[in-house]
């Protein structure tokens, strides 16, 4: 089943690079008006002007500071004043960090919180009713094969991403009786800028992907006939996460904690 994108509007946090960037040239491409939000609003404003000269759509650029409570109602209200109406809303935004949580910076760690876990679930009920009235579009959230185990020196993010992935696959569950399309994407290892604010290359295992193939991946779940809750991108993640859901919990968190230079 092909998804509608001309006519409607998709919302994308985390928009000014990596997924972000290419969550919105795809839905771009296939005819969709943009609202790109991230904090930087210059790379938000460059990345507008290229999608609307490129593929005649509208863009329109909004700098917000998602991390902050309420953000995701105060957006709606933005929005919403403006006369915009979203039918697909895509919470990108998140970021991690490596190394022992006795090590970590308090002040970082509450604010992954705030925007790994509030601010997703805080746009999503904001943004829900409208989605699920219209129907059209799809809510979809950026997990990780973090998610499907405990991430020693990556404690906080794991279990960021484990509420990601239970808190989407439940609403799609909630809203199985409406025509909105729920999904979880859970990447591994991307090539984007998310290892650069982790500081560290000992959270990446496992090959890299491109932005291009996660998002192609998410796009090509959400048309088929019947759209899973969650999609792992790549073959060798899958099969990773399967596996660490079989293992013993015990022998999981070991494996991880190796693999993660714990």
């Known amino acids: 089943m092909s998804m509608t994108y001309r006519g409607t509007v998709a919302l994308v946090t985390g928009a000014s690079a990596g997924l972000g960037v290419e969550f919105a040239r795809q839905w771009a491409e296939r005819g969709a008006d943009l609202v790109l939000v991230a904090r930087r609003l210059d790379r938000l404003e460059e990345l507008?002007?290229?999608?609307?000269?490129?593929?005649?759509?509208?863009a329109t650029p909004l700098a917000a500071d998602l991390a902050l409570p309420g953000a995701g109602a105060a957006l709606h209200a933005e929005l919403e004043a403006r006369g915009i109406r979203v039918q697909t809303l895509i919470n990108n935004a998140g970021f991690g960090s490596h190394g022992a949580l006795l090590e970590q910076d308090p002040a970082q760690v509450d604010r992954m919180i705030q925007l790994n876990v509030a601010a997703v679930a805080g746009l999503t009920r904001a943004f829900l009713p409208d989605l699920v009235a219209d129907g059209r579009g799809a809510l979809i959230t950026l997990a990780s094969t973090a998610a499907y185990q405990p991430t020693p020196a990556m404690a906080?993010?794991?279990?960021?991403?484990?509420?990601?992935?239970?808190?989407?696959?439940?609403?799609?569950?909630e809203t199985r009786r409406s025509r909105l399309r729920v999904l979880a994407v859970s990447p591994g290892p991307t090539s984007t800028e998310f290892f650069d604010v982790v500081g560290s290359r000992d959270a990446v295992v496992g090959k890299g992907a491109t932005p291009a193939q996660v998002v192609t991946t998410a796009r090509r779940a959400l048309e088929r006939g019947s759209t899973?809750?969650?999609?792992?991108?790549?073959?060798?993640n899958r099969l990773s996460a399967l596996a660490s859901g079989l293992a013993p919990r015990r022998l999981a968190l070991t494996v991880a904690g190796r693999a993660l230079k714990a």
């Not at 507008?48 to 509208?58: P, Q, S, T, V």
């Not at 906080?156 to 569950?173: D, I, N, Q, R």
């Not at 899973?228 to 060798?236: D, F, Q, R, T, Y």
Request: proline letters at 5%; aromatic letters at 14%; a positive charge.
């Open 48 to 58: 507008a002007r290229d999608l609307e000269k490129r593929y005649g759509i509208r």
């Open 156 to 173: 906080v993010y794991g279990a960021t991403k484990a509420f990601v992935l239970s808190f989407t696959e439940a609403v799609a569950y």
């Open 228 to 236: 899973p809750p969650s999609v792992v991108a790549g073959l060798g």
